[in-house]
């Protein structure tokens, strides 16, 4: 049974930090293509970033780069989400994605990722 379980979220000020972690079970995890998605009240789902099974490419939303760093740990079947610098714009429900044989321009597409955490709220306050 495949698992994505994140966690980390939480109430913070903007200017503040987060990391979010998503634990992943049931699949080979350096096989997969990892992500974040976010998706706010009344908005569409968007992929924050992304990140191959090797980590040699790392796509990342305008609005993120910068700010936030995709990581993850093969050893560990862990994938991050380093957030910095945190606005009121980053309020959101935020989700981790597996994906096989993910091709280079579909990283940021939520059609190419077959497995879904269940996801972490995070706020930022003004």
Request: charged share 15%; glycine share 10%.
């Amino acid at each position: 049974q495949v698992q994505l379980v994140e966690s980390g979220g939480g109430l913070v000020q903007a200017g503040g930090s987060l990391r979010l972690s998503c634990a992943v079970s049931g699949v080979t995890f350096s096989s997969y293509t990892m992500a974040w998605f976010r998706q706010a009240p009344g908005k569409e789902r968007e992929c924050v970033a992304a990140i191959t099974g090797t980590g040699d490419s790392t796509p990342y939303a305008d609005s993120v780069k910068g700010r936030f760093t995709i990581s993850r740990d093969n050893a560990k079947n862990t994938l991050y989400l380093q957030m910095n610098s945190l606005n009121p714009e980053a309020t959101a429900v935020y989700y981790c994605a597996a994906g096989l044989l993910v091709v280079a321009r579909a990283l940021i597409r939520s059609p190419s990722y077959k497995y879904w955490g269940q996801g972490t709220q995070v706020t930022v306050s003004s």
